[in-house]
């Protein structure tokens, strides 16, 4: 079975950090493109981020550039979200996604139909 599981969101106040993590099993996350999303209470889902290779620059969404980092350990099969000077507009729930899109984009990230998801973990910034 192709699974995902997220972990590592909790509350945390304004300026704080989180470290997300997918971890993947029932295949080799290095053939996929992982893209991380979430949902604000009343918001519409949003792309905010997307690795696929070596070859190719991760995408981060306009609202979390600079701040937030995604990167990946093969060996244990996990994708992680570094985010570092949180705001209160991201708190949400942070989902990840597998999939084979043929590159990273915002237009990827609205667009792609992604098969495989995670149960998402809650992110919550507040003072």
């Known amino acids: 079975q192709l699974q995902l599981v997220e972990s590592g969101g909790g509350l945390v106040q304004p300026g704080g950090s989180l470290r997300l993590a997918c971890a993947a099993s029932?295949?080799?996350?290095?053939?996929?493109?992982i893209g991380w999303f979430r949902q604000a209470p009343g918001k519409a889902r949003e792309g905010i981020s997307c690795?696929?290779?070596?070859?190719?620059?991760?995408y981060y969404a306009d609202s979390v550039k600079g701040r937030f980092t995604i990167s990946r350990d093969n060996a244990k099969n996990t994708v992680f979200l570094q985010m570092n000077n949180l705001k209160t507009e991201d708190t949400g729930v942070y989902y990840c996604?597998?999939?084979?899109?043929?590159?990273?984009?915002?237009?990827?990230?609205?667009?792609?139909?992604?098969?495989?998801w995670g149960q998402g973990t809650q992110v919550t910034v507040s003072s």
């Open positions: 996604a597998a999939g084979r899109p043929y590159y990273c984009s915002g237009y990827v990230l609205s667009r792609y139909q992604y098969v495989n």
């Open positions: 029932g295949f080799t996350l290095d053939d996929y493109a």
């Open positions: 690795i696929r290779d070596s070859n190719s620059s991760p």
